[in-house]
């Protein structure tokens, strides 16, 4: 990936920290919003990101928020401490759009970045998400917080 070019078509996955230095996964279902510095570290390193979090330990129970046919790999997410979001409005008509990341599956202990190995802190810190607790926040439109690209 590129800054410059939004890899449509693409279920990517970035890092956000919140305003407790909770971590947050985004997956954007080849349509959501993505923060530029995110896009910045290359093709490679941000498709590592989901196959580095699969290795991290298993760190608490979780909780699915949605139904969904496949929920394993939010549920993934949670089972390591990390919040699961996803751009919903992939699956929905335009009416019905939320235009939103929406929390998916929620750990029951959340892990702080400072539990991360270095490398993966390293993205989730590049994405700082100011007055906002993942904790609560159902829906995030990260627009508001960061210098996105989208899907043309």
Known sequence: MSAKTYPAGTDCVWLALDQDNHVAAFTTGGSGPIPLKALELGERSAD???VRIRELP?????RLLVSLKRPDDFMDFAKRGIFAYDWSDVHRMERDEICAYELVA???SPINVGQLPSEIAAFAERNKLEGVAFSTAQRIDVRKSLNCIERQ
């Open 48 to 50: 590592e990101i989901e």
């Open 106 to 108: 929620a750990p029951s």
């Open 58 to 62: 298993l760190a608490s129970a979780a």
